[in-house]
């Protein structure tokens, strides 16, 4: 397992105050004694037109501050999900997140599709046909979803009930009854935890999740598996459910 990571994640870019460094910090010093660290490059304006608009990419950069880091995030997401194709499961310690980004718009928190990005120049390249998209944060990842809505080659499921029994049973269900892919990518908000926003999963769900994810990548796509920080807000435990699900996944 490699974690992708930069420092310049910790920059305190115009959003809102529970989007703050913290929540890097908190995972990082988790996940710091556990694993490699790999650092990743800015993604190029050509790899966000992969997915989003001049309008909106122009929009992003006139926050230069704010565009820098975004643009790192997206290149976080780039070399994360390389890593898995490599043979090896990733996990993108990213800020910011980007499920909420859609082609020419943005808003909770989100600025760039990390996500998407990651899969369609994949897809773009050539080392993939097919990709599956499971999305575990409290939010429906409506960005990425409007984004594939039309592609067929890319399935994205959002997990959306509000209860532990079926929420588990949920992404159970989508991990064994979704289509055959080359790669699967987990948008992985941990604000689905019992203390935070949420308040449905606990700790142990987070690595049991993480571990379906690994048996469905076995089964379907050669082991191809990773992951992106998406939401958490509850810095107590965040890093030790971030854990918890690496510890699964991998």
């Known amino acids: 397992m490699k974690i992708i990571y930069h420092e310049k994640y910790l920059t305190p870019y115009p959003t809102a105050g529970v989007e703050n460094p913290d929540r890097i910090r908190s995972i990082y010093k988790s996940l710091s004694s556990s694993y490699a660290f790999l650092t990743p490059e800015p993604a190029a304006a050509a790899d966000l037109l992969l997915v989003h608009s001049r309008r909106l990419i122009d929009e992003v950069a006139r926050q230069p501050e ?4 975004a643009a790192l995030a997206a290149g976080g997401a780039l070399l994360t999900a390389a890593t898995a194709m490599a043979g090896e499961p990733a996990f993108g310690l990213l800020r910011p997140p980007g499920h909420h980004a859609s082609p020419d718009s943005h808003w909770g928190f989100c600025f760039f599709n990390n996500i998407a990005i990651a899969v369609e120049r994949l ?8 990709a599956l998209i499971l999305d575990i944060d409290l939010h429906f990842g409506d960005g990425t979803d409007k984004f594939y809505a039309r592609c067929q080659e890319v ?3 959002n997990i959306e009930s509000s209860r532990r029994d079926q929420f588990l049973s949920e992404v159970q269900t ?3 009854v979704s289509r055959s892919c080359d790669i699967i990518g987990v948008s992985a908000g941990f604000d689905t935890y019992v203390k935070d926003w949420g308040g449905i999963l606990q700790t142990e769900d987070y690595r049991q999740i993480g571990a379906w994810v690994k048996q469905a990548a076995a089964a379907n796509c050669q082991g191809r598996r990773f992951a992106l920080l998406e939401g958490g807000y509850y810095l107590p435990d965040l890093g030790k459910n971030c854990l918890a699900f690496l510890q699964g996944l991998e």
Do not use: F, H, S
């Not at 897809?123 to 097919?130: N, V």
């Open 66 to 69: 704010l565009y820098e880091v």
């Open 123 to 130: 897809r773009r390249q050539g080392l993939i046909e097919r």
């Open 155 to 157: 399935e994205v499921i």
């Open 174 to 176: 989508a991990l064994k």
